[in-house]
């Protein structure tokens, strides 16, 4: 089956800089999307990746390897306003969204 | 602006009723999505269509059914609501078909008693 794997919630601090895992078992790949949600809202796309590396934008980042079936999403000097949960998505061989559960992030002054 | 809008926002029905839920997009993107999210779960795909009198089945459409008659508008039916599709629905539109970025309407939150 298809499954993709997040932590559940995580705590971190404002200024400092935090990293959320996500992995996947799919059939296929044909790139990977984080997600931001806060609270009550809709999701909104923050990244997207589909070859192996580092992709940087802003105080966000996203990191891919297919070989692992692994992400990762690094947020830098975090925000109160930081406070969401965060969504890893697959695309997979027939380009449907296979989404993880959500890793909800609080953040402490 | 363009923009994606559900409506009802906020729905409490009884078992066995038929509910339709509005989402009308004015990207004009030729992709809608009707998804579900539950607490513990990731978004399950309910319908798609890629297009005007296009329409799929997703992971769990059982008790679902979309229509797809203009560009704008992706109505989604729970033909007898159950208790078990007490949920928070988004409707969703992309561009193309590979693009993955999605837009998501606010949401619509309904409860079936």
Redesign the interface.
Same mark, same amino acid.
Request: proline share 2%; with cysteine; charged share 20%.
């Given at each position: 089956g298809q499954n993709i794997d997040q932590p559940t919630e995580m705590t971190a601090t404002e200024g400092a800089i935090v990293q959320i895992n996500c992995t996947y078992q799919t059939s296929g790949f044909n790139g990977l999307f984080w997600y931001q949600q806060h609270a009550g809202e809709a999701p909104t796309f923050l990244s997207y990746n589909v070859l192996d590396g580092l992709e940087e934008k802003g105080r966000f980042s996203s990191f891919l390897s297919r070989s692992k079936g692994y992400s990762y999403l690094l947020l830098k000097e975090l925000q109160m306003k930081d406070s969401a949960s965060y969504l890893c998505a697959v695309r997979d061989s027939n380009y449907q969204l296979i989404w993880g559960a959500g890793t909800k992030l609080i953040i402490k002054p | 602006d363009a923009e994606i809008t559900q409506s009802p926002r906020h729905k409490i029905t009884e078992t066995g009723r038929q509910v339709t839920l509005a989402c009308h997009q004015t990207w004009n993107h030729n992709n809608m999505f009707w998804y579900r999210q539950d607490l %513990?779960?990731? @978004?399950? @795909?309910i319908h798609y269509s890629y297009g005007v009198q296009d329409t799929n089945k997703?992971e769990v459409s059982d008790g679902y059914s979309v229509s797809r008659s203009n560009t704008e508008d992706l109505p989604l039916t729970l033909e007898s609501a159950a208790s078990s599709q007490t949920s928070v629905y !988004?409707c969703a539109s992309s561009r193309t078909? &590979?693009e #993955? &970025?999605? !837009? !998501? #309407? &606010? %949401?619509s939150r309904l409860t079936v008693l």
């Amino acid at each position: 089956g298809q499954n993709i794997d997040q932590p559940t919630e995580m705590t971190a601090t404002e200024g400092a800089i935090v990293q959320i895992n996500c992995t996947y078992q799919t059939s296929g790949f044909n790139g990977l999307f984080w997600y931001q949600q806060h609270a009550g809202e809709a999701p909104t796309f923050l990244s997207y990746n589909v070859l192996d590396g580092l992709e940087e934008k802003g105080r966000f980042s996203s990191f891919l390897s297919r070989s692992k079936g692994y992400s990762y999403l690094l947020l830098k000097e975090l925000q109160m306003k930081d406070s969401a949960s965060y969504l890893c998505a697959v695309r997979d061989s027939n380009y449907q969204l296979i989404w993880g559960a959500g890793t909800k992030l609080i953040i402490k002054p | 602006d363009a923009e994606i809008t559900q409506s009802p926002r906020h729905k409490i029905t009884e078992t066995g009723r038929q509910v339709t839920l509005a989402c009308h997009q004015t990207w004009n993107h030729n992709n809608m999505f009707w998804y579900r999210q539950d607490l %513990g779960h990731g @978004l399950r @795909l309910i319908h798609y269509s890629y297009g005007v009198q296009d329409t799929n089945k997703g992971e769990v459409s059982d008790g679902y059914s979309v229509s797809r008659s203009n560009t704008e508008d992706l109505p989604l039916t729970l033909e007898s609501a159950a208790s078990s599709q007490t949920s928070v629905y !988004f409707c969703a539109s992309s561009r193309t078909f &590979e693009e #993955g &970025e999605l !837009f !998501f #309407g &606010e %949401g619509s939150r309904l409860t079936v008693l």
